[in-house]
């Protein structure tokens, strides 16, 4: 049955005028219904090429906007890198500036040291100074500046880096060093501090009137010939009569030979004893410093008028004390 419809034909008459001849065209149903399937599936691809065109004609667009998006956050991170980079640059530079700064006053310390080490010689050697001389150096704000400014590259931005790093790294390891060597010069300051305070090398009076020096003499009582084991300073009776170094007071006594007097143990079996005193006022076992009051001058004992009989007592026996007595002006010393 539906094969006979699909096989029925038919006819299209077509007229083309009042005097044209009659066209009769007979088709099958069949032949019509591919013609009709045909023109579809034509029409259908069409659409479907139509749309996949437009659809790419939306991506490019898209596309082409998104990139411009993108171009222009590249272009803000490149701006924003390049003056990182510029400031990056400007911090080495100021680094570099610092460093030489810092080894300028790397140098006024070495002369200070070299100053400190005049004044307590040791065993440590001096190094040469090396680099550039602090007195050499001119600050940038001096005198005028110019000429052409060429862009800094990578290339010298890397090499001023290196070069600011290495300069601080050797900075570091000087002041290392130079702070070992400005502590060992202050322990040997210390320690010659110490043994100054330690030695007598002042006069234990105010008077510098020496009235019977250290040796043979007539004795002022017998006229006979003696041995002057101390030296004797003439004095106004009451006038300070002082320690000649730091140490312990070792005796303080009264007899009729020595009359007041004091006893003074200092470093290295070094004894002064202080004779014919008017009083004392320091006690046995007291620590006196050097220059410090431990009696007034008198006449005690066997004497014939005010003075002090100073003695410098080695390992228990008598010495010279000239050499512990400075020959210049006296009060110039005890204030030194
Ligand atoms: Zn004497």
Redesign the pocket.
């Known amino acids: 049955m539906k094969f006979t419809w699909f096989q029925s034909k038919l006819t299209f008459v077509i007229i083309p005028g009042a005097n044209g001849s009659v066209v009769r065209l007979k088709l099958s149903r069949a032949a019509l219904c591919c013609a009709a399937s045909f023109m579809l599936l034509l029409l259908g691809t069409t659409c479907i090429l139509a749309i996949r065109s437009l659809h790419s004609t939306v991506s490019v667009s898209l596309k082409s906007v998104e990139m411009k998006g993108r171009t222009a956050q590249l272009e803000q991170d490149i701006h924003r890198k390049n003056a990182a980079i510029e400031r990056l640059q400007n911090d080495i530079y100021a680094l570099s500036k610092q460093a030489s700064e810092v080894r300028s006053q790397m140098e006024r310390m070495k002369r200070l040291e070299q100053d400190l080490h005049k004044l307590a010689p040791g065993s440590v050697e001096r190094r040469k100074a090396d680099g550039q001389s602090a007195s050499t150096a001119v600050s940038a704000g001096a005198g005028g500046m110019g000429g052409e400014a060429f862009p800094v590259t990578e290339g010298q931005t890397h090499e001023l880096a290196a070069a600011t790093g290495a300069r601080y790294t050797a900075l570091h390891a000087e002041m290392k060093e130079l702070t070992s060597r400005l502590g060992q010069t202050k322990l040997r300051l210390q320690e010659k501090q110490e043994r100054r305070q330690r030695t007598p090398d002042i006069w234990p009076t105010l008077s510098k009137v020496v009235t ?1 020096p250290y040796g043979y003499r007539k004795d002022p009582f017998t006229k006979k010939l003696s041995f ?5 300073i003439a004095g106004k009776l009451g006038d300070p009569v002082y320690a000649v170094a730091s140490g312990i007071v070792h005796s303080v006594a009264y007899d009729k030979l020595h009359g007041h007097n004091v006893i003074i143990e200092h470093d290295k079996g070094l004894r002064t004893w202080y ?2 005193l008017n009083s004392t006022q320091v006690s046995q076992g007291d620590k006196v410093d050097k220059g410090q009051a431990i009696g007034q001058l008198g006449t005690t004992g066997r ?1 014939t008028g005010p ?1 002090l ?3 410098v007592l080695l390992s228990g026996k008598s010495t010279d004390p000239a050499p512990y007595m400075p020959s210049d002006n006296r009060k110039k010393e005890r204030n030194k």
């Open positions: 019977s002057h084991r101390g030296i004797d004779m014919h004497s003075h009989h100073y003695e």
